[in-house]
C-alpha cells in the first residue's frame, strides 16, 4: 500500500470524491472555499469551478452537466459555461441548514442529506430528488448527514449522521427508492475524537469510512466486524472513493482547519487529496444522475 498527495490545492473543506469512468476524471470540492475541481486520476489537467455558496455535495448528469447541491438548495450547472440555474431549496424555513454529502442511487436518483451548521441541532434531513426533479424526505432528525453509500446489490443504504458516531442501515427499495427498518450496522470509535464522515462500497461489500478529526480509514464487512484501517498523515480525513481506470485507487479529500473552533486540526497543515494505491480491492462505478 502507499499513500501519496494527489493534489495540493489547499481545499478550506476538501469533500466528496467522485470518479467519472466515462470521462476518467476525478472530481472533488472544497465545499467553504465554493469551489469544484476535476483532473485525471493521476492529478494533472486541474481544472476548477467556482459556485455561488457552499456545495455539500454534487454528482455528474446522464446527459451532460452537473447536480449541485448548495447552501440554498439544488442546483444544475453547466460546465461548459459554468452557469448555474436553481432548481429547489428543500428547506426554506430552516435558515441555518445547508444540504451536505450525497450520492447517486442505482437508479440514478440522488440522495442528498442536510445539516445543522451549527452542527448542534437536529434539524437536518435526508433528501432524494428524482429524474423528474421532484423532492422526497426520507430520514429526519439528523445533525449532519454523511456517507450515503449502497451495498453492489442496491438494497442496503448506509448513512451516517455523523454526532451519532455509528454507520446505519436501511433497507433500500431500488424500485421506488424509499427506505425502511434503519439499525446500526457499526460504531466507530471515539477515543481519538473521530466521527464517521464521508463513505463508499467496493466490489466485494466492503464499507471505506473516513473517520474524520480521527486521521483513519475504516474498511467494514457486511457483518459490521472492522476488517482493515488505514492510518493517514492527516487527522481531518473527509471522504473516500475508488477511482482510477481499474477502479482500484482509493482518493481520499481532507480538510484544513475546520468549520467550528470546537473541533481539533492539524495546525498548519492545510487540507489536500491523497490517493492509496496497492489494497488489492476494487470500487463500482458510480451511476450518473438519470434527470
Same mark, same amino acid.
Given at each position: ?60 448528469? *446522464? ?12 442546483? *444544475?450547472?453547466?460546465?461548459d459555461s459554468g452557469e448555474i440555474q436553481h432548481i429547489i431549496d428543500p428547506e426554506p424555513d430552516q435558515p441555518d441548514n445547508r444540504l451536505n454529502d450525497g450520492k447517486v442511487d442505482p437508479k440514478g436518483r440522488f ?22 426533479? %421532484? ?26 449522521? %455523523? ?23 457499526? *460504531? ?83 487540507? *489536500? ?19
Open positions: 500500500m502507499q499513500i501519496s498527495v494527489l493534489a495540493d490545492v489547499k481545499p478550506l473543506l476538501g469533500e466528496g470524491p467522485l470518479w467519472d469512468t466515462e470521462g476518467e476524471r476525478l472530481w472533488f470540492i472544497d465545499s467553504l472555499g465554493c469551489r469544484i475541481f476535476r483532473c485525471t486520476s493521476e492529478g494533472a489537467e486541474m481544472r476548477a469551478w467556482t459556485v455561488p455558496s457552499a456545495i455539500g455535495s454534487m454528482c455528474l448528469r *446522464a446527459g451532460g452537466g452537473a447536480i449541485v447541491a448548495l447552501t440554498d438548495g439544488f442546483h *444544475a450547472l453547466d460546465l440522495l442528498c442529506g442536510s445539516m445543522d451548521t451549527g452542527e448542534a441541532e437536529p434539524t437536518g434531513t435526508l433528501w432524494r430528488l428524482d429524474a423528474d426533479m %421532484s423532492l422526497h424526505a426520507l430520514e429526519k432528525g439528523i445533525i449532519c448527514s454523511n456517507g450515503p453509500c449502497w451495498s453492489p446489490d442496491g438494497q442496503t443504504l448506509y448513512f451516517s449522521d %455523523s454526532f451519532s458516531g455509528e454507520i446505519s442501515a436501511f433497507d433500500y427499495d431500488v424500485e421506488t427508492g424509499c427506505v425502511a427498518n434503519r439499525r446500526t450496522f457499526a *460504531a466507530l470509535p471515539t477515543e481519538r475524537g473521530g466521527a464517521p464522515d464521508g463513505a463508499t462500497v467496493d466490489g466485494e461489500g466492503g464499507i471505506w469510512s473516513a473517520c474524520v478529526f480521527d486521521g483513519r480509514i475504516f474498511r467494514f464487512m457486511p457483518d459490521g466486524t472492522v476488517d482493515r484501517v488505514i492510518e493517514m498523515p492527516v487527522c481531518k480525513v473527509t471522504s473516500v472513493a475508488f477511482g482510477g481506470a481499474d477502479l482500484g485507487t482509493l482518493y481520499v479529500t481532507s480538510m484544513a482547519e475546520p468549520p467550528l473552533p470546537k473541533y481539533p486540526g492539524d495546525g498548519p497543515l492545510r487540507g *489536500a487529496t491523497f490517493r492509496i494505491d496497492g489494497l488489492g480491492v476494487t470500487g463500482r462505478p458510480e451511476p450518473r444522475f438519470a434527470g
